[in-house]
């Protein structure tokens, strides 16, 4: 009889609509390919040579400030940058662009290189989400911004290009890709039920137990049913809220929480500092309400059987379709497993 | 004023209907992160411990024939299995999977462990055509199959765990998503124009010329106006066919030529062993005509501005868009500028 926990299917990502190949026969499959180095593990508390490090000099000559808490500024290496003339091109229809406009920034989460999200106390990552909302109100001041990503790439072999613990904000004039994929399948249902898709889904998920990671009073860690990543996760409040800024005082502790205990499993997984990408999806700016809008967390991170053995997104997953090796159940029961409290400080 | 050349933008990638970011201006980038490590340059021509080579043992206790040309065999840790059961789940249609069938092949492309396609004689290359061909045929015999997908995985930072050259089929019950986006594409674009959208993008390409890397009599190699990977590339039948089969026994010999062509380039750019995902889209098995249809092949390679350092598709571009920092245009002229012989070769 089928199983999904024995047999290859496929399943429907609710917020993309798109299907994910699923192999759960395949993990005896041995590896003899790339095996990664591990990142340094004794980083010193500040780095004469780090553009993120209080007091030191950046690309563009400013000196950081003598920073205590978080520090913001515009990435000097943008993306997007807000002065960039309007215009398009089209030729035959054939070949279509328009320009694109925005702002890049980066936040620093605290002064001390050597640390990470896990290792930072829940204060301090308070601060951290504090500036995020009052970024996303300030940046929405420009009535040309539509989208404000907030993301983290940590880890080198996620394209970090500096350990000091740091993200960025990436907003443009235009809705994004994965944003407008996940509005218009949030829409339907709301359209359908007048309920957010997120609120369903997560009480669903509730009643099944197999896939949730972490549950506080507020928010919910999952391994989404849907997920690609093998350790891929979710963090979703348990109210419907389009964006971050909606939320209250109390609920914004409970996210730092959240945020501390479920990257704090992810170092504890390997005994190595996690690498991931993870990122904000809310709904866009200056744009009316959205009713239908449940914002998140997703955590993509890539290793797969070890510190130094990654999940590859290679050959038939960019061809073809998305694919993965374990199931999202077998991942959330090794997660679940694990303490909330970092190696490091046990 | 707006200019594609020096400002931020998005393009319309035509085969999937997304919007890609470019941003030429961030070129200037400076990189301290992950540098690669090259690969091995001396393989032997016979490697006792590889799975690939002749007369060794499989994971599966086979033993590998003493062939001359290239060899296909059953994957021995296939993500797809033709005798998965059938079945399905739904929970509240918030929790859904379908049982997924198929097989996955492993083509060995030559007996020499040494060698890979642009170190190839074109004549070996015009073989491994004929069994991509063949296999077409052979695996569409099973009626629930409906998509081959042919592909391969070059070099250990693309995920591949063995530098045999070789390549890999995954054939499947249902058509992944990338495909079914493009059938999609083009299917409205054939409604529309009654001629096929590559025959019509090619041509705009060939008045352009700016983005044309190669052009034989029955082929066209060029980089994508949409390219997300620094030196992504196409090739392209002139003629429209909807499967690699169609091809005449000229042209078989013409895209072994191209293929050759091609891939020296990419070995000339950083005079190493250029890593990619490559694979053949073309139109769904066991379900009529195709029109709309025309076959092309993709190259993915991850390298950006030297042999050790890769582009990271990550936190912005998983979570919000793809994005480039070159323009293609850019790209083409560097490929278009390398000899199509060989470094080693000279
Ligand atoms: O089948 P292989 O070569 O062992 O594995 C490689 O290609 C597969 C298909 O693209 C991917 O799913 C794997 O992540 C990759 O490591
Ligand atoms: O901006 P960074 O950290 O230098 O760069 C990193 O993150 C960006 C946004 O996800 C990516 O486009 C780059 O490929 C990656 O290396």
């Known amino acids: 009889m089928f199983s999904i926990h024995e047999h290859a299917h496929t399943r429907l990502n609710l917020l993309t609509g798109d299907w994910v190949l ?3 026969h395949r993990t005896k499959r041995p590896w003899q390919g790339k095996v990664e180095t591990l990142p340094a593990d004794n980083r010193p508390a ?4 780090c553009y993120l490090c209080p007091g030191n ?22 993306a997007l940058l807000t002065d960039t003339p309007d215009g398009d091109v089209n030729i ?3 070949l279509q662009a328009k320009s694109a406009k925005g702002i890049c920034k980066v936040i620093s989460f605290s002064p001390d290189h050597s640390k990470t999200l896990p290792t930072l106390p829940v204060s301090t990552i308070a601060k951290v989400i504090d500036l995020w909302c009052a970024e996303m109100t300030s940046i929405a001041q420009d009535k040309d911004i539509q989208y404000i990503q907030i993301f983290e790439n940590k880890g080198d072999i996620m394209g970090c290009s500096n350990p000091h613990p740091h993200g ?15 509005t218009k399948q949030q829409q339907q249902y709301y359209e359908r039920y007048w309920r957010t898709l997120l609120s369903d889904y997560v009480n669903t998920e509730l009643q099944q137990q197999e896939r949730i990671v972490l549950e506080h009073e507020h928010f919910v860690a999952l391994v989404p049913f849907w997920a690609v990543w093998p350790f891929e996760t979710m963090i979703v409040p348990k109210r419907p809220m389009a964006q971050i800024n909606e939320m209250t005082q109390d609920e914004r502790l409970a996210f730092a929480i959240m945020l501390k205990e479920l990257t704090a499993k992810y170092d504890n997984l390997f005994h190595v500092s996690f690498p991931y990408s993870a990122g904000i999806h809310q709904a866009p700016v200056n744009n009316g309400q959205h009713p239908a809008w ?32 374990v199931t999202p159940e077998w991942a959330a029961e090794r997660l679940r497993s694990l303490p909330v409290k970092h190696y490091k400080e046990m």
């Open 92 to 94: 035959n229809g054939l």
């Open 22 to 24: 699923v192999s759960p």
């Open 57 to 78: 000099k950046r690309a563009d000559g400013a000196t950081n400030p003598d920073y205590t808490d978080s520090f913001v500024f515009v990435n000097d290496f943008s």
């Open 294 to 325: 449940h914002w998140h967390m997703h955590f993509y991170p890539p290793l797969l059987r070890s510190a130094t053995v990654k999940k590859f997104m290679v050959g038939y997953e960019m061809l073809a379709n998305p694919q993965r090796d």
């Open 46 to 49: 500040y780095d004469a040579t």
């Open 168 to 182: 960025q904000i990436w907003a443009q004039n235009s809705v994004p890709l994965e944003v407008s994929k996940e």
